[in-house]
């Protein structure tokens, strides 16, 4: 690939951070808490701490909440499909700690639970 060919963008959804840093849970075993950074149509990005470091990849199960004193929001369990999960820089924190990224797929969700995570999360 030449640097004057466009590059095509695969993503078939727009991708949006999440700014009220929705606590996620994923699991079940072993469990993980992190906070959902991005969200799109079909995914969601979480970040969580490695724990003892054992690096956990594969989850089934994905629980979110968020602890608005005016609008609490809590997803119940929903299950899902890892799609990928990195180790990711640790912004600063120090050396013994590391953050992993974990991306997840959404297809299981029907339109009208995709709608509320998504207007919850943002």
Known sequence: MTLNEPKFERRRYRRRKCHLRPIAVL?????RVGHVTIISDDAVEIQFPESNGQKACSFDELSVLIPEYNNPFFSGKI???T???STVGNNGRS???KVRKCVISLNNLTSSQRRQLKG???
């Open 27 to 31: 699991g079940p075993d072993p469990v």
């Open 79 to 81: 299950q899902v499909e």
């Open 83 to 85: 799609v990928s999960c």
């Open 95 to 97: 050396l013994q700690s």
């Open 120 to 122: 919850a999360c943002l």
